[in-house]
């Protein structure tokens, strides 16, 4: 335990130093969420997660699958049918004490118009000129978990991650990250923490350029991109969450997670110049695994009106989930962008398909 806690001593120092290194909100993507549960359930899944969508929450919670196969996937729409969101994962329980997946997740806008060659030479209007392509950021998530045989209920995962970013042809990058995790459960109790990019995730791009759009970019006053190194900064997660049963198979799931960022003042509940944290809560009800109600809050951050007077905004998700014989579950959940103003939501459906019960050696 205190090699782990040094390690993560360590690396929130290195997180210090890369600060002035680096711009926020890189791969941004990737804190999105993944399941129509977890994001009903705002998120706290850290500590929750233990099915093959565990391998985006937390990878250590591959390691308490009750089924020796699984496969989840998710699609949902933003931004009034705009952007795509697709997830797609497989998980595999190897054997008594680890398991592995893999996982593939997009984002992307598909069919934009590319106007730079819109004019000709002659400064004549062509619509023949426009051409589209799609703006997708991809991540590739190799997963293992593996549980400790001298700490019952003490579980460890990592992922090793290929982001492959792509704006038509002429911009694009890939890039390579690491991340690390925890869960501990215990008479109902359960205790986890995440770090993603432990040692920051690094996105190499590169741009190719036609000489029309170059001058395009000159002409309209914009700099021309440069080929360069993104840095994607370590983030800690911390996460807690309590299952009750209440008897005749009625039972409740209660969980808070804590998200801290060390690249500088964020708008979050709490902030700082070094660090800022966001909080966020879930509840779920439920009949044994045939039907859930779901509900969570986060995404606390202060705004300021058109009086120029602040206030604090949040967001507020729904859920809904239902199991057919204990082999596949369907999940719905509604969520709204923010402020409860209803203008900007999606709905957001998710399948899990389990088979082969795993027992475990006593």
Known sequence: MRKIVFLISMLLVFSSFLYSQTAKYSNEFLSLGVGARGLALANTMTALSADAMAAYWNPAGLGRMDRRYQLAMMHSEYFAGIAKYDYAGVALKIDDRSSVAFTYIRFGVDDIMNTTQLIDNQGNIDYDRISYFSAADNAFLLSYAYSFANVKGLYLGANAKVIHRKMGDFAGSWGFGLDAGLQYENKGWQAALMLRDVTSTFNAWH????????????????????????????????????????????????????DFTFDGKRNLLVKSNILSMDPHFGMEFAYKKIVALRAGIGNFQQEVDFDMKKKTTCQISLGVGVGIKNFCFIDYAFTDIGDLSGALYSHVFSIRLAVDNFKRKK
């Open 207 to 258: 741009y190719s350029l036609t000489p029309e759009m170059e001058q395009v970019f000159l002409e309209t006053g914009n700099e021309l991109p440069q080929n360069g190194l993104e840095l994607t900064m370590p983030k800690l997660s911390l996460g807690g969450g309590k299952y009750v049963e209440f008897g005749k198979g009625f039972n409740a799931t209660f969980a808070i997670d804590f």
